[in-house]
């Protein structure tokens, strides 16, 4: 009955345009870290994600502001406020990993870092294809749940390349470097963290679906 009666009430459709600026924003940044792991121009694309990391904070304090002052909001403010902090989660952990380059002035990256650079961009735009169809979920139910789908397995190579990616290190430098072990290591993760963030994204596209339809 509720689910019935709030479809007869006006919404605040602002937020669905808040939440695709900000979709763009992170697709943004992902394909600054892809270009940033091939090494070339690095702080460049650094400088990159970093101004689109602060555009994107931007979007999130406005969403969070207009729960606050809104009425009636498309779903549920909890929903809202979890989906735009996780979307955030994703851009700022592409932040941290700008912080760990710059911080050892790492100047190459391995070609399964590489690899990684290009699962996040895929991630990052199936997150941007889903969030527009939440504007209306139940006739876009089976294109969001397929999408969060498409995300699990993306994360799943993620997690595969992680894996390989520490395995490789070990073999390289792990008897004779430990230094470059370990800073290789911080950057697979925090690259397999980033995929991570979007999986989040895409559980809170899946909670919004089941609730709304």
């Known amino acids: 009955m509720l689910g019935w009666f709030r479809k007869l009430l006006p919404r605040e ?14 697709v943004g940044g992902a394909e600054a870290l892809q270009q940033l792991l091939q090494g070339n121009d690095i702080e460049h694309w650094c ?33 809202i406020k979890d989906l735009i902090q996780s979307m955030d989660d994703a851009i700022d952990m ?7 380059v710059r911080l050892f002035e790492r100047k190459e990256f391995d070609p399964l870092m590489q690899e990684m650079g290009g699962v996040i961009v895929s991630a990052a735009k199936l997150v941007a294809e ?7 979920v139940g006739s876009n139910t089976v294109r969001l749940n397929a999408i969060a789908e498409e995300v699990m397995r993306v994360e799943s190579r993620a997690d595969d390349l992680h894996e390989q990616g520490l395995k490789d ?3 390289r430098h792990g008897a004779s470097d ?3 072990y370990l800073i290789g290591s ?12 979007f999986e989040d994204v895409a559980n809170e596209i899946s909670g919004i679906v089941i609730e709304n339809v």
């Open 169 to 171: 290190l070990f073999r």
């Open 130 to 136: 889903a969030i527009p169809l939440l504007a209306k």
């Open 47 to 79: 400088k990159r994600i970093v101004d689109l990391e602060d555009e994107a904070d931007h979007i999130t304090a406005e969403v969070l502001l207009a729960v606050r002052r809104s009425f009636i909001t498309p779903f549920d403010r909890g929903d």
């Open 186 to 197: 911080e950057i697979y993760g925090q690259l397999e963290k980033v995929v991570d963030r």
């Open 178 to 180: 430990a230094m470059a």
């Open 13 to 26: 459709d602002r937020f669905f345009d808040l939440f695709e600026r900000h979709s763009r924003t992170t």
């Open 94 to 100: 592409m932040h941290k990993t700008v912080k760990t």
